[in-house]
């Protein structure tokens, strides 16, 4: 079983920065891609940023565009989440993702087969 681990979150003022990064627990194959979603209290998870290594392709929501960059390590499965000009608004539970073979076409879905326990952010103004 396959499982990804969190680290980075916490808290930060508006205007910083933190990293977020996760990684397979395991060695495991790699995976074709890795994903971030986010979900704060009273609201449906959202997609925040994904990278397909099949297809050298990366997507984000468009709410962190020029924010946040996602890059990662394919050969250890591990995905890494920068995130500038943080507001309150980015102020949620984040948790990874990832699949060996999803199509570039849906990376920014919720159809990843594994996923991490999450990390906190909290940002204050």
């Known amino acids: 079983q396959v499982q990804l681990v969190e680290s980075g979150g916490g808290l930060v003022q508006a205007g910083g920065s933190l990293r977020l990064s996760c990684a397979a627990s395991?060695?495991?194959?790699?995976?074709?891609?890795m994903a971030w979603f986010r979900q704060a209290p009273g609201k449906e998870r959202e997609f925040v940023a994904a990278i397909s290594w099949s297809s050298s392709y990366t997507d984000y929501a468009d709410s962190v565009k020029g924010r946040f960059t996602i890059s990662g390590d394919n050969a250890k499965s591990t995905v890494w989440l920068q995130m500038n000009s943080l507001t309150p608004d980015d102020s949620s539970f984040y948790c990874?993702?990832?699949?060996?073979?999803?199509?570039?076409?849906?990376?920014?879905?919720?159809?990843?087969?594994?996923w991490g326990q999450g990390t906190q952010v909290t940002v204050f103004s």
């Open positions: 395991a060695r495991t194959f790699s995976m074709g891609a």
């Open positions: 990874s993702a990832g699949h060996h073979d999803l199509h570039p076409a849906k990376i920014a879905t919720p159809r990843y087969d594994y």
